[in-house]
């Protein structure tokens, strides 16, 4: 079956540094990924969508690779600040239908 | 354009209940999906909507059931409700052209008690 996966364990970094999230998958190969950032009693809003025939997906500070290799894909926040601190979720779809399948998200905290 | 409203922002039931959870979707938007979300789970599809008619269903039991409306906004509806479904439940809005990217309501945090 359809397997995505994110690091449960939040993910301190010191401000100013790039924050580097990892989401994995398994069994499968998806159309496309997406990232979303979640804040604390709200839903989830749209970051960056990248495709199966994409390495790379850049907007402002962030930066989306895929590698469909080792089934990952990773997500950056160059000069992060405090702002970023938020659970991020990384959703794929493999099929015309659209249906994502969902990742449990990752917490980051980003220090002062 | 106005973002997705989901109504109402809480909610507290006791076990046995049963629930209603209202969603309007970004004006235009005919495609509405629900997901029910739990600490340290992801979010579980449970059902998608277009033109009214039900596109895709989740993994769920019966007891969650939902519709949608001729103006594309869209109830769901949990019967005989169990502690188990204490979640934020969110519905997304989906633009059919471009259609990957969903737009998300604030939920509705539901506690069964």
């Known amino acids: 079956s359809q397997k995505i996966e994110q690091n449960s364990e939040a993910l301190n970094i010191q401000e100013g540094k790039t924050a580097t999230l990892t989401c994995n998958y398994t069994n499968y190969s998806p159309a496309y990924l997406q990232w979303y950032r979640q804040d604390p009693g709200r839903g989830p809003v749209f970051l960056l969508l990248i495709r199966e025939n994409e390495k790379e997906k850049r907007k402002e500070r962030l930066k989306v690779t895929f590698d469909t290799t080792l089934k990952q894909s990773l997500f950056h926040i160059t000069a992060s600040q405090p702002a970023d601190s938020a659970t991020y979720l990384c959703?794929?779809?493999?099929?015309?239908?659209?249906?994502?399948?969902w990742g449990a998200g990752t917490k980051l905290i980003i220090k002062p | 354009k106005a973002g997705v409203t989901q109504t109402p922002r809480y909610l507290i039931k006791t076990r046995g209940q049963q629930v209603t959870l209202s969603c309007s979707p970004i004006s235009g938007h005919r495609s509405v999906s629900w997901y029910q979300q739990t600490p340290g789970q992801g979010l579980q599809f449970l059902f998608e909507?277009?033109?009214?008619?039900?596109?895709n269903k989740g993994n769920f039991p019966g007891r969650f059931s939902g519709r949608q409306f001729s103006n594309s906004r869209s109830e769901m509806n949990v019967s005989t409700l169990e502690l188990g479904d204490s979640a934020l439940y969110l519905c997304a809005s989906v633009e059919e052209e471009g259609r990957e990217t969903q737009y998300f309501g604030p939920g509705t945090r539901l506690l069964v008690l």
């Open positions: 959703a794929h779809s493999m099929d015309s239908n659209y249906q994502l399948i």
């Open positions: 909507y277009f033109s009214e008619t039900q596109r």
